[in-house]
């Protein structure tokens, strides 16, 4: 058989197809959930960021944020950062997505979201003089961590600057007023602490690769089994089945790599304080900026163990459901977007 001299061009093509639909699909998933669970994520990042002060009352509860926040800011407090999250959201799963499916077809395998049945023209580099096959790879697990790892990567690297504009947001207090608006947070981080304080707390953002790594194969692993159960295995799965299998991968990956938030989150609220901190004496009041061991090394000696899972199960709450809105739209998107390309 002689191989179709096109076939590279076509491939591309394909991925390409694929690679901009997989970025609108997560642009479109990210901005459902950061409106959805904005609230949920004010209040966890707020028992995050909560110190150990001698002479102070313990840490706030769940439901003690929350009335702390309604009677300091009213409704709006619970979305205080919705600006930069959507900011945030939108570009981390558009670029996470993008790379994450086009790691995977460049590999031969069918994108997240889509069903063997519905991409027979898939074609993969062959190890044989036949050049191209249209073939859909079955691809194992480490495909998908190499997947979701490399995407978590990148995706992270590129937002950062704009998650921490978020945390800053969110952990303001209501006596507290430092940024108006977006830009005015980006602003002022520049003039204050520079372009360095934009990257605060990457170390952890990027040891939270490890968080996508469990999550995205665990997640197409538990499609797997479910599409076992079905009456046409090469049926898309459900949208019930969707989201149980990512709320399941969603919960065990936060479990298993929380920490790491905790830490990051501490290391974003670090910051160089503006004229109204100093003391009369023109003096710094409070002024440290550690490391990441550092960090994470007095956040244990202070406030024990249990403080790398402060707020987990707020966050349960958020990122569970967060995770589920998600996935669900990001497939629904997909298959919409491919059956109008036909």
């Keep these: 058989m002689v191989a179709d001299p096109d076939r590279p061009t076509k491939t591309r ?14 642009a479109g ?28 009352l313990g840490y706030l509860g769940v439901l003690d944020t929350v009335k702390d926040i309604l009677k300091g800011s009213g409704i709006r ?16 799963w558009a670029i996470y997505f993008a790379v994450y499916d086009g790691i995977k077809t460049a590999f031969g395998e069918v994108p997240t979201g889509l069903s063997a049945t519905k991409v027979s023209e898939r074609i993969y580099p062959a190890a044989q003089v036949k050049g191209y096959q ?31 504009i978020k945390t800053r947001f969110m952990t303001q207090g209501k006596d507290e007023v430092r940024y108006k608006h977006t830009l005015d947070a980006a602003l002022t981080i520049w003039r204050t602490e520079g372009p360095r304080a934009f990257y605060r707390g990457l170390v952890p953002s990027i040891l939270g690769i490890l ?27 459900s949208s019930q089945t969707i989201l149980l299998c990512s709320a399941l991968s969603k919960m065990t ?16 609220t670090q910051r160089r304080p503006l004229a109204d901190d100093l003391s009369s004496d023109g003096m710094v009041k409070h002024h440290t900026r550690r490391g990441i061991i550092y960090t994470t090394k007095m956040l244990i000696y202070k406030e024990g ?18 995770s589920a809105v998600t996935m669900l739209t990001y497939e629904l998107l997909m298959r919409h977007l491919t059956a109008r390309q036909g």
């Design 134 to 164: 249209p073939v859909a790879r079955e691809h194992p697990w480490t495909l998908h961590i190499l997947s979701a790892m490399t995407a978590g990567a990148t995706s992270t690297i590129c937002t950062n600057p704009l998650w921490v």
């Design 253 to 268: 990956a936060s479990i298993a790599t929380y920490p790491h938030e905790v830490v990051r989150t501490r290391l974003q």
């Design 77 to 92: 407090g619970l979305y205080r950062g919705l600006g930069p999250t959507i900011l945030g959201y939108l570009p981390t």
């Design 305 to 322: 163990w249990r403080a790398l899972y402060k707020g987990l199960s707020i966050n349960l709450f958020r990122t569970v459901p967060n």
């Design 211 to 237: 968080h996508v790594a469990v999550q995205f194969p665990l997640y197409e692993q538990l499609k797997i089994w479910a599409r076992r159960t079905q009456s046409d295995p090469d049926a898309p799965p």
């Design 13 to 26: 093509a394909i991925i390409n197809k694929w690679t901009a639909h997989s970025m609108i699909a997560g």
């Design 29 to 56: 998933g990210g901005l459902v959930a950061s409106i959805a669970t904005c609230p949920l994520d004010v209040v966890k990042t707020k028992l995050q960021a909560q110190r150990a002060i001698p002479g102070e």
